[in-house]
């Protein structure tokens, strides 16, 4: 098992800055990669990023590239977004994601941390 615990979400303004952090504990060796999923009201849940654990390898969904940037301490078990010119539709519950060595699935999932952006 795998634990996950998100921090740092809350309320900035249009055009500002936010990063957001994931603390993993347990069995952190089954992790082969580390995701960002978001949920705005209304809607499905969407991978935005995600980066491999061991080679730090990324990922970026079009609608944040070049505005948010994943980042990973192993040493430190923790992963950050770091989120630039952030704007109103990124308003949307945060969730850190843990994805298995084995079956590759995102089987474990934090309680996800709010982020607000206000026009």
């Known amino acids: 098992q795998v634990q996950l615990v998100e921090s740092g979400g809350g309320l900035v303004q249009a055009g500002g800055s936010l990063r957001i952090s994931c603390a993993a504990s347990g069995r952190t060796s089954e992790i082969y990669a580390m995701g960002w999923f978001r949920q705005a009201p209304g809607k499905g849940r969407d991978l935005i990023t995600s980066i491999n654990w061991s080679a730090g390898s990324t990922y970026y969904q079009n609608s944040v590239k070049g505005r948010f940037t994943i980042s990973r301490d192993n040493a430190k078990n923790m992963v950050y977004l770091q989120m630039n010119s952030l704007k109103p539709e990124d308003t949307a519950v945060y969730y850190c994601?843990?994805?298995?060595?084995?079956?590759?699935?995102?089987?474990?999932w934090g309680q996800g941390t709010q982020v607000t952006v206000s026009s």
């Open positions: 994601a843990a994805q298995r060595r084995i079956g590759r699935d995102y089987a474990y």
